[in-house]
């Protein structure tokens, strides 16, 4: 039988013959696996590396090193502003600066004065008192520049005769102004809104303003359900309204006696006591509309001081609020009883025995689209003047109801620019005060007339005194 071995491979030598014994692998590494970590692995491979190593010469660089990505920050070390600061510091009223000039030989104004003719195109200082009542109020606003000057000054306009006679002349007949102001933008809404403020002041009326409306119908402030009602009270800004009709109002509410009887409040208040008492009559925001529903009744009592209900930012007041109902329903701003009762005076609801100015001031800078109060302020215009009332789009389905209600019969008092005459008195007042560096002649005024799109107020600022602001 043939072999089945190679005769010429048993011829050959052998390879473990050939090979030196350095290289050639033990048995028993060959039949473990390489991935093991016993002991006899261990002990084999640290010396060859180490021999390895050591006829080796590693190089280590020393130095920085690039890092890619993001770097730590740093932490902040300064302490964060308290709850409030913020808000606080951006809505500062500065009202003096002592490094602006004294304008001598101004008149101040007064309750005569205001509805004179004679004062139109002249600059009137504000009196002290006055100007802590209107501080109190919160009708100055921070997008003014009253921190320019020494004092604050204001332009008396034919608008501003205008509507202080219409104040005087609705007061005097015990009549109720119901009267809506628009314009342009910074046209000078809020400023004559001040004025009427002043001339309320000056007069000894009870005057009771609301800055901002969009803070009521934004859900910026905590609200509650009333008992056995479907209305919505704000007690924190109730509280707030308070504290303002109690400083800007003092002198009036401390000579008014309280005359009805009110054993359903929660705070003790007796017959006697004075309105300022009752003005200042609770903290607890839960008490707060019931309190301010007693003071409303005392105020239309016959024989009390007449009122001037001021809202600045009526349009936010004219939509569905932002706020929710238990049924998680937004909730319609007249619905909410602050708003409700300013809005049922506006509408013509209420009634003074006494006299009273409503007053609502639209804005343009930050204010909705609003078309039932663009076409309910369209048809007052329209009627005011005699023409034809104009008709409702039939394709329109949107409107508001409660809109038209409450601006039907309002008076609208419309804002425009200042006339050149005006405009001169006002350059010639800044530059009095050392704020306009430039002469006031009629080629100036006529061109900083112009480029303020015929005479708007917050327009010849902005040409007049910003770029002064820059240069300086």
Same mark, same amino acid.
């Given at each position: &039988?043939?072999?089945?071995?190679?005769?010429?491979?048993?011829?050959?030598?052998?390879?473990?013959?050939? %090979?030196?014994?350095?290289?050639?692998?033990?048995?028993?590494?060959? #039949?473990?696996?390489?991935?093991?970590?016993?002991? #006899?692995? !261990?002990?084999? #491979?640290?010396?060859?590396?180490?021999?390895?190593?050591?006829?080796?010469?590693?190089?280590?660089?020393?130095?920085?090193?690039?890092?890619?990505?993001? /770097?730590?920050?740093?932490?902040?070390?300064?302490?964060?502003?308290?709850?409030?600061?913020?808000?606080?510091?951006?809505?500062?009223?500065?009202?003096?600066?002592?490094?602006? !000039?004294?304008?001598?030989?101004?008149?101040?104004?007064?309750?005569?004065?205001?509805?004179?003719?004679?004062?139109?195109?002249?600059?009137?200082?504000?009196p002290p008192t006055l100007v802590d009542q209107l501080r109190a109020?919160?009708?100055?606003?921070?997008?003014?520049? =009253?921190?320019?000057?020494?004092?604050?000054?204001?332009?008396?306009?034919?608008?501003?005769?205008?509507?202080?006679?219409?104040?005087?002349?609705?007061?005097?007949? /015990?009549?109720?102004?119901? %009267?809506?102001?628009?314009?342009?933008?910074?046209?000078?809404?809020?400023?004559?809104? !001040?004025?009427?403020?002043?001339?309320?002041?000056?007069?000894?009326?009870?005057?009771?303003?609301?800055?901002?409306?969009?803070?009521?119908?934004?859900? #910026?402030?905590?609200?509650?359900?009333? $008992?056995?009602?479907?209305?919505?009270?704000?007690?924190?800004?109730?509280?707030?309204?308070?504290?303002?009709?109690?400083?800007?109002?003092?002198?009036? !509410?401390?000579?008014?006696?309280?005359?009805?009887?009110?054993?359903?409040? $929660?705070?003790?208040?007796?017959? @006697?006591?004075?309105?300022?008492?009752?003005?200042?009559?609770?903290?607890?925001?839960?008490?707060? =509309?019931?309190?301010?529903?007693?003071?409303?009744?005392?105020?239309?009592?016959?024989?009390? $001081?007449?009122?001037?209900?001021?809202?600045?930012?009526?349009?936010?007041? &004219?939509?569905?609020?932002?706020?929710?109902?238990?049924?998680?329903?937004?909730?319609?701003?007249?619905?909410?009883?602050?708003?409700?009762?300013?809005?049922?005076?506006?509408?013509?609801?209420?009634?003074?025995?006494? @006299?009273?100015?409503? %007053?609502?001031?639209?804005?343009?800078?930050?204010?909705?689209?609003?078309?039932?109060?663009?076409?309910?302020?369209?048809?007052?215009?329209?009627?005011?003047?005699?023409?034809?009332?104009?008709?409702?789009?039939?394709?329109?389905? /949107?409107?508001?109801?409660?809109?038209?209600?409450?601006? /039907?019969?309002?008076?609208?008092?419309?804002?425009?620019?200042?006339?050149?005459?005006?405009?001169?008195?006002?350059?010639?007042?800044?530059?009095?005060?050392?704020?306009?560096?430039?002469?006031?002649?009629?080629?100036?005024?006529?061109?900083?007339?112009?480029?303020?799109?015929?005479?708007?107020? @917050?327009?010849?600022?902005?040409?007049?005194?910003?770029?002064?602001?820059?240069?300086?």
């Amino acid at each position: &039988m043939a072999s089945a071995n190679c005769w010429r491979c048993l011829a050959r030598p052998s390879q473990r013959l050939i %090979l030196p014994a350095s290289l050639l692998t033990p048995a028993s590494a060959t #039949a473990s696996a390489p991935f093991t970590t016993s002991a #006899a692995q !261990l002990a084999t #491979a640290k010396p060859a590396q180490k021999s390895q190593e050591a006829g080796l010469s590693r190089h280590v660089r020393t130095g920085k090193r690039l890092v890619l990505g993001k /770097k730590k920050r740093q932490p902040d070390k300064t302490k964060p502003p308290a709850s409030g600061e913020r808000k606080a510091f951006r809505k500062r009223i500065q009202l003096s600066n002592d490094n602006a !000039l004294e304008v001598p030989g101004l008149d101040k104004l007064t309750a005569e004065n205001v509805v004179d003719s004679s004062s139109i195109g002249q600059i009137l200082g504000l009196p002290p008192t006055l100007v802590d009542q209107l501080r109190a109020s919160e009708a100055f606003k921070p997008t003014q520049n =009253w921190g320019l000057f020494r004092s604050p000054h204001t332009l008396i306009r034919p608008e501003t005769v205008d509507l202080a006679k219409q104040l005087a002349d609705a007061i005097g007949k /015990k009549e109720t102004l119901r %009267l809506v102001i628009t314009g342009d933008r910074t046209s000078g809404k809020s400023i004559l809104d !001040l004025q009427a403020l002043a001339t309320g002041f000056l007069n000894n009326w009870v005057v009771i303003h609301i800055p901002e409306a969009q803070e009521l119908t934004t859900a #910026a402030t905590e609200y509650s359900t009333i $008992p056995n009602s479907e209305q919505f009270s704000q007690p924190v800004y109730t509280i707030k309204l308070f504290q303002a009709i109690y400083k800007a109002n003092y002198d009036v !509410l401390s000579q008014q006696r309280v005359e009805l009887d009110h054993m359903h409040l $929660p705070v003790s208040v007796n017959r @006697g006591t004075t309105l300022a008492s009752l003005a200042n009559a609770t903290k607890e925001p839960e008490f707060a =509309w019931p309190v301010f529903q007693a003071f409303w009744k005392e105020l239309l009592l016959p024989g009390r $001081p007449p009122i001037l209900f001021s809202l600045d930012g009526l349009s936010h007041i &004219m939509r569905i609020s932002d706020y929710r109902s238990p049924a998680f329903e937004l909730i319609h701003s007249h619905d909410l009883a602050l708003i409700r009762l300013f809005a049922d005076a506006l509408g013509g609801k209420s009634r003074f025995p006494n @006299g009273a100015a409503i %007053l609502g001031v639209c804005t343009k800078g930050n204010s909705p689209a609003i078309p039932s109060m663009e076409k309910a302020l369209e048809q007052a215009k329209a009627a005011q003047e005699g023409r034809p009332i104009p008709e409702r789009d039939p394709f329109f389905a /949107k409107y508001d109801e409660r809109v038209f209600d409450a601006l /039907k019969g309002v008076k609208v008092l419309n804002v425009s620019g200042v006339s050149k005459p005006e405009a001169r008195s006002l350059m010639e007042y800044w530059a009095a005060s050392g704020i306009l560096r430039m002469r006031v002649d009629e080629k100036n005024v006529s061109e900083k007339w112009t480029l303020a799109g015929s005479g708007i107020l @917050g327009e010849m600022e902005r040409v007049a005194l910003y770029d002064v602001r820059t240069t300086a």
